[in-house]
């Protein structure tokens, strides 16, 4: 214990380094930016080495800073942890964050059967497709899309990204719309997407020039489903996310082909959360929710890319 510097001046070197700015750090740790640079000086005085190299009235970590800040970063949201352990961990709010197309089609529509099941919890649930920070903010899981490798994480496979083709029955009817080369001569959303040259692919048509303009593009599948129904052209969709508006008749999918990803969907959380009861439920409970719409598609979109 000897050897480990005062508490203060690591909380302020993690934050610096976090923040990479000794101002925003004070301001996050309700000091004053002079006392965080002493206790930061302290810190580099103790350990014979800068941590920060300071230029033109702004700090970056030296190279010594950047090899520690990871390690300093996890113990502080260890210890976090801990504290919560002792009050929320096993309590009443589950806070979840989800790329917008799962997030706002498929989960919404069944997290409320998650909510039945457990009473005791109350979910909260954000939407957004950028990386969320877990050391700054209180998502407990989150649901992205990638590889599965980000560090200090525990990722559990979902499903592979997969899309088709969705258009409104009328678009298709309008268009005559009856094998995949067809495509090539309509109103197509987000034209230039590298999806769609991949599944004109899968469906065996010869792969198109990239179009000239680059037509409509939308944030999402959201808005993209928006436009599907008021009849503006086809969409490269996820057909799972879907199937409610396909059963109604809203959407169709003309053809059965998938374009398979090797990016998938995973659910994460902090390694050091493994065992968390409100976690758990969830995953098990996300994973039974999944099983029900294994037999729809081809066992290549449950298998784990490579």
Sequence with gaps: MNRIPPLAAVRSFEAAGRLQNFSRAAEELGMTQAAISYQIRQLEDRLGRALFVREKGRVRLSETGQRLLPAISNAFATMSDAFAALGSDEADVLTINAV?????????????????????????????????????????????????????????????????????????????????ADLLCVERLAPNDSWWADWFAAAGVATPLAPSRRGIELDSQLQEASAVQAGFGVAMMTPLFWQAEIAAGRMVQPFDTLHISESAMWLVHRENRVGVRKIERFREWLHAELAKDRHRYPDLLWQPPT
């Design 100 to 180: 917008t197309s799962f997030g706002g089609t498929w989960l919404s529509a069944r997290i409320g059967g998650f909510q039945l099941l457990y009473p005791e919890l109350a979910v909260r649930m954000s939407m957004g497709n950028d990386l969320i920070d877990f050391n700054a903010s209180n998502v407990d899981v989150a649901i992205r899309m990638g590889r599965g490798q980000w560090p200090g994480l525990r990722s559990d496979f979902l499903m592979r990204q997969h899309v088709a083709p969705l258009a409104s029955p009328a678009f298709v009817e309008k268009h005559r719309i009856r094998e995949p």
